[in-house]
C-alpha cells in the first residue's frame, strides 16, 4: 500500500504540474486548466503548474477584496473555499499523505539517513496560527494606499513557493534576479531551513506551518473517508505510535487533526486489525498485512 | 476482508455529517461561481505572482 501511495503522489504531482512547455516559453503555464483548484499546496507561479494554488489564490481574493467591492464585484473566495471544502469534507488530511508535492519532497528528504528527531506537539498550533492571521487577517486588513492588501503567507513565509516557483523562475528570467532583495532573501531562508528540518524530522512544514493542513485538519472528525479504531480489537500495544509520520497516537485519538491517512498503523503496525479505512461509516477495507520495519515520527 | 469486518459493517451507522458538510461547501462553490469568481482566479492564476515567490 506504501507503494500504492508513493505513486499517487507522484502521479496527482505530475498532474498538478504537466505543462513542460516552460523551457521554451521561459514562463508560466496560462491555459484555461489553471482555474481547476490543486488539492495541495502548489504554486501557481511554478511554471509547469496547470491548477491554481487555493491558499495563493484566497490570499490574493481578500487582499483584493475593498477593490472588487467598490466595482461591485463579490469576490469573497466563495468559489476556492468551497472547492477546498468539498475536497476537506470528502478527504481531510488524506490530501496531506497522498497529493501534496510539496508533503512528498519533505518525504523523500526524510528518507536521508540521519538522526531524527520528534516535533513538539505545541509546534502543531503554528499552522492554525498562519491559516488565520496570514491567510485571511493580515491580507484584509493591511491594505495599501490603493486598498489593496498582500498574499502574507506567500509573499514572507511559503518554501513551496520559493522552491517550485521562485527559484525556477529566477533562472527562466534572467533579468529577474536583479529585483532579488530582502524578501526573497527572508523566504530563501526559511526553505532551506524546513528543508533541512525535513531531513531531520518528519514533514515538518506539514505539522507546523501550511495553513492548507490546518484548514483539512478542522475536518479530521467529518471527513468522508478516514481511519476507524475497533477499540474491541485494540489492545493498546501501542505499536501505531512508532510508525506514524505525524506523531499521532492513533489509539488514543483516532480524529486526530494530525493524521494524513497514510495507512502506516493500518498495515505497518496494527496486528490486530483494529485499524480500518471507512466511507463514511462502512469499513473500506483492513490491513493488507505488509508489515514493514518502523521509522521514528 | 474477514467476518468480523462485515459484522462490523452492518453495526456501524452511516455518517451523515460528511454529506451535510460537503453539501454546504458545493452551496458555497457554487454561488462563488456564479458571482463569476473563477474569471478572476483565472486572472490571477495565469500571471506570475512576484510578490508570491517572494520577488517583487
Not at chain 1, 483548484?37 to 511554471?47: I, R, V
Not at chain 1, 533579468?175 to 530582502?182: C, D, F, K, P, Q
Not at chain 2, 467476518?3 to 461547501?25: G, M, N, Y
Amino acid at each position: 500500500m506504501e507503494r500504492v501511495r508513493k505513486w499517487v503522489q507522484v502521479i496527482v504531482g505530475f498532474l498538478t504540474n504537466s505543462s513542460w512547455s516552460f523551457p521554451f516559453t521561459n514562463t508560466i503555464y496560462q491555459g484555461p486548466l489553471k482555474v481547476i483548484c490543486a488539492p495541495g499546496l502548489n504554486c501557481y507561479s511554478c511554471p509547469a503548474a496547470t491548477t491554481y494554488c487555493p491558499m495563493g489564490s484566497i490570499q490574493q481574493l481578500l487582499g483584493g477584496l475593498r477593490f472588487a467591492l467598490e466595482n461591485g464585484q463579490y469576490y469573497f473566495g466563495f468559489s476556492v473555499l468551497g472547492s477546498i471544502g468539498v475536497l476537506g469534507g470528502l478527504f481531510g488530511r488524506l490530501i496531506c499523505g497522498w497529493a501534496c508535492p510539496f508533503g512528498f519532497i519533505q518525504e523523500l528528504l526524510h528518507k536521508i539517513p540521519s538522526r531524527k528527531f520528534r516535533i513538539p506537539r505545541l509546534l502543531s498550533y503554528g499552522k492554525y496560527m498562519f491559516l488565520l492571521l496570514f491567510v485571511v487577517v493580515l491580507p484584509l486588513v493591511l491594505v495599501d494606499e490603493f486598498g489593496t492588501g498582500h498574499p502574507w503567507f506567500c509573499k514572507f513565509v511559503c518554501p513551496a513557493g520559493t522552491l517550485e516557483a521562485g527559484l525556477p523562475m529566477l533562472f527562466l528570467q534572467p533579468n529577474l534576479r536583479n529585483t532579488i532583495g530582502l524578501l526573497f532573501l527572508n523566504k530563501f531562508v526559511i526553505m532551506i531551513l524546513f528543508l533541512i528540518w525535513a531531513v531531520f524530522s518528519s514533514r515538518p512544514f506539514c505539522r507546523t506551518a501550511c495553513p492548507l493542513g490546518a484548514f483539512y485538519a478542522l475536518f479530521s472528525r467529518v471527513r468522508l473517508i478516514k481511519l476507524h479504531l475497533d477499540e474491541a480489537k485494540c489492545t493498546n500495544c501501542k505499536a501505531c505510535h512508532h510508525v506514524c509520520p505525524m506523531g499521532v497516537k492513533f489509539n488514543e485519538s483516532p480524529d486526530d487533526p494530525e493524521c494524513i491517512t497514510c495507512l502506516a498503523c493500518m498495515n505497518k503496525a496494527c496486528k490486530f486489525d483494529a485499524i480500518s479505512l471507512e466511507i463514511g461509516g462502512i469499513p473500506l477495507a483492513v490491513a493488507d498485512r505488509g508489515l514493514a520495519p518502523a521509522s521514528k515520527p | 476482508m474477514n467476518q468480523d469486518s462485515r459484522e462490523s459493517r452492518h453495526k456501524r451507522p452511516l455518517r451523515k455529517a460528511p454529506f451535510v458538510v460537503i453539501t454546504a461547501f458545493l452551496l458555497l462553490w457554487m454561488i462563488g461561481v456564479a458571482t463569476g469568481e473563477p474569471s478572476r482566479v483565472l486572472e490571477q492564476a495565469i500571471q506570475v505572482c512576484l510578490s508570491c515567490i517572494g520577488i517583487g
